[in-house]
């Protein structure tokens, strides 16, 4: 079992920066591949980022890429998940979550896969 705790979400102007963090307790943090998602209102949830559990290997979706950076701390079991030129289309709930790998690369973009799951914190960027 893993439990996963977002934090640093909030309301900030559209090209300013946010940091997001997760905070992972647990079964070993460096077993799993992390991700984050979001979810806008009435809109599905999608992939954002994911950094393979060695921390090797990251990738992006395309609305992203650029402007955010995923980065992972094994020795304080915590992902972040750094946000800048933020759009006001990036409003949304962000979530992470975690996948169990025995690949140190592997750097899985497919919500199903993931076994667990945060909260989510809210990140709202106005016009």
């Known amino acids: 079992q893993v439990q996963l705790v977002e934090s640093g979400g909030g309301l900030v102007q559209a090209g300013g920066s946010l940091r997001l963090s997760c905070a992972a307790s647990?079964?070993?943090?460096?077993?799993?591949?992390m991700g984050w998602f979001r979810q806008a209102p009435g809109k599905e949830r999608e992939f954002v980022a994911a950094i393979a559990r060695s921390g090797s290997n990251t990738v992006y979706a395309d609305s992203v890429k650029g402007r955010f950076t995923i980065s992972r701390d094994n020795a304080k079991n915590t992902v972040y998940l750094q946000m800048n030129s933020l759009k006001p289309e990036d409003t949304a709930v962000y979530y992470c979550?975690?996948?169990?790998?025995?690949?140190?690369?592997?750097?899985?973009?497919?919500?199903?896969?993931?076994?667990?799951w945060g909260q989510g914190t809210q990140v709202t960027v106005s016009s």
């Open positions: 979550a975690a996948y169990y790998t025995a690949r140190y690369s592997y750097t899985p973009q497919a919500g199903p896969g993931y076994a667990y």
């Open positions: 647990g079964r070993a943090f460096s077993n799993y591949a």
